[in-house]
């Protein structure tokens, strides 16, 4: 059960050149128009190759049904992807570029400027010698993530739909708004999906499958100064800054995203403003396991705490907030799902390789929702900036998987 790799290709390659930014400061639904666009382009192509209850809803929900092939009462199976990419870097003006036979050297993604996709820097790219590899112009975010995973989807729902000689139950698809702000289950209604147990197709390299991910949490510390003249502080000034400055000092160096691997949790700081009189630091909190997780968030109170008694004044406020958890918990008592997955790939010939997702997906709130998700390799590299690039045939293996879950 072969999906050609040009089809694959020329999907992915019309989706990476729309611009499907998520945009966290926006209170619509989808956050962004160029999300919307999308969604009715995808619906269109679903109703074209004959998919069933097409339907984009208020909020920017992409759902369609493959009906069951004839006389078969299978479990109902989900196929989930987001629609966004980014907003960490640029996605407007996506120029995909395509290498053919790769030769495993260093890419060139923009001569102009000097941007070049180094595999010192980058290794794991050589292990895709000889292969189609894309990659962005080195100005913008590729948009692998995810789109590379809707290609796939799309790829195999066009495949199933035109031939009936793969025995399946009803397959049920949706693509998700707004995943890269954390809003891509919000309004996701499990009940109305109607599905048994569901797959993201949202992860990297040929072979991936997760089904544990980080706990997250984000964390704002408000800190309240006292600004006086400075020929005139002592005594009397409590500058922002530094009291800033003191509370990151007080976190562990040795634990941040750049100092940490594998299973490693971490405190991340994604923003830092302010002046004497005010500032503000915003982090993310991350950490595979629960109790680890909460002394974290610990810490971060026991800080403040420090902080407040030293300078005699409430100067720190903490704000934290849950994000997502841990799928395990909720995909152990439906293991037999991650086997199917398991199982799957080898029969596309790829050798499953599990991990632990160092970041969240749909599937990880959608597990806790009641639909458990374990997460698809895609076959991406490097999401969130300008040296993301694909392997089309890892794309088109992913495809190839779903092909076999039935």
Do not use: W
């Not at 984000?218 to 800033?244: D, R, T």
């Amino acid at each position: 059960m072969n999906i050609a790799i040009s089809a694959v290709l020329e999907r992915f390659i019309r989706y990476a050149r729309l611009d499907t930014q998520s945009n966290p400061a926006s209170a619509s639904r989808p956050s962004t128009p160029g999300q919307r666009a999308f969604a009715g382009l995808l619906a269109a192509e679903l109703r074209d190759m004959g998919a069933a209850e097409v339907e984009v809803d208020e909020n920017g929900y992409v759902t369609a049904t493959l009906p069951a092939t004839a006389g078969e009462r299978l479990p109902v199976i989900g196929l989930i992807a987001h629609l966004d990419t980014s907003p960490d870097y640029s996605g407007a003006n996506v120029r995909p570029q395509v290498i053919s036979g790769y030769d495993g050297g260093d890419i060139v993604l923009n001569s102009a400027k000097n941007i070049v996709l180094r595999t010192a820097e980058f290794p794991e790219i050589k292990q895709y010698a000889g292969q189609t590899i894309v990659t962005s112009d080195g100005t913008t975010l590729l948009g692998a993530d995810d789109k590379a995973g809707i290609a796939a989807i799309m790829s195999a729902a066009a495949c199933l739909l035109s031939r009936n000689d793969i025995p399946h139950g009803a397959i049920r698809i949706c693509f998700t708004p707004d995943e890269e702000i954390g809003r891509g289950a919000d309004r996701f209604d499990v009940q109305k999906f109607g599905a048994d147990y569901a797959y993201t197709f949202d992860g990297g390299a040929l072979g991936e499958l997760e089904y544990e991910n980080f706990h997250a949490a984000e964390a704002a510390v408000y800190i309240a100064g006292n600004n006086i003249h400075p020929g005139f502080a002592k005594g009397k000034m409590v500058n922002a800054l530094n009291v800033a400055a003191a509370f990151h000092a007080a976190l562990p160096a040795g634990e941040r995203p750049e100092t940490t691997e594998g299973r490693e949790g971490f405190f991340h700081l994604t923003r830092m403003q302010g002046a004497e009189e005010r500032a503000v630091l915003h982090y993310l909190l991350r950490d595979f396991d629960r109790a680890s997780f909460d002394r974290r968030k610990a810490l971060l109170e026991d800080i403040a705490g420090d902080l407040n008694r030293a300078y005699k004044r409430p100067v720190v406020r903490l704000q934290c907030r849950d994000q997502y958890y841990n799928m395990y918990e909720k995909i152990l008592p439906h293991f037999f799902i991650v086997e199917k997955a398991i199982a799957a790939m080898r029969k596309a010939g790829v050798t499953p390789a599990i991990t632990a997702a160092r970041g969240g997906t749909d599937g990880a709130r959608l597990s806790f929702k009641g639909l458990p998700c374990p997460n698809i390799f895609t076959g991406g590299h490097n999401p969130h900036g300008k040296y993301e690039f694909l392997s089309v045939e890892s794309m088109q293996k992913a495809a190839e998987v779903i092909l076999h879950l039935f």
